[in-house]
């Protein structure tokens, strides 16, 4: 069982910077492939970035290659989201996700862990 838990949300300009990040609990933390989705109001819950258990190969969505990286530090049970250049476009509620090993082939999907969301709000 994987616990999470997003920080870093909040309200930013257009053009700012905001870094998530995401605590997991448990010992298995460098087993878990980490991921980042988000969802804005009235539309579908969509991919973001995700990196791979073993922190060799990460995978961006074409929305935010350039702006957004996500990064891992296994000791801190922690994964971030760095986010550059925002946009409005890029205000939803950011959820943290995660699932066990995975390949490079399918990082956009099957996650079974989820956290409670974050709030990042872009204004113009």
């Known amino acids: 069982q994987v616990q999470l838990v997003e920080s870093g949300g909040g309200l930013v300009q257009a053009g700012g910077s905001l870094r998530l990040s995401c605590a997991a609990s448990g010992r298995t933390f460098s087993s878990h492939s980490m991921g980042w989705f988000r969802q804005a109001p009235g539309k579908e819950r969509e991919f973001v970035a995700a990196i791979i258990w073993s922190g060799v190969r990460i995978s961006l969505a074409d929305s935010v290659k350039g702006r957004f990286t996500i990064s891992r530090d296994n000791a801190k049970n922690t994964v971030y989201l760095q986010m550059n250049s925002l946009k409005p476009e890029d205000t939803a509620v950011y959820y943290c996700?995660?699932?066990?090993?995975?390949?490079?082939?399918?990082?956009?999907?099957?996650?079974?862990?989820w956290g409670q969301g974050t709030q990042v709000t872009v204004s113009s």
């Open positions: 996700a995660a699932k066990f090993l995975g390949s490079s082939y399918d990082l956009d999907g099957g996650y079974n862990y």
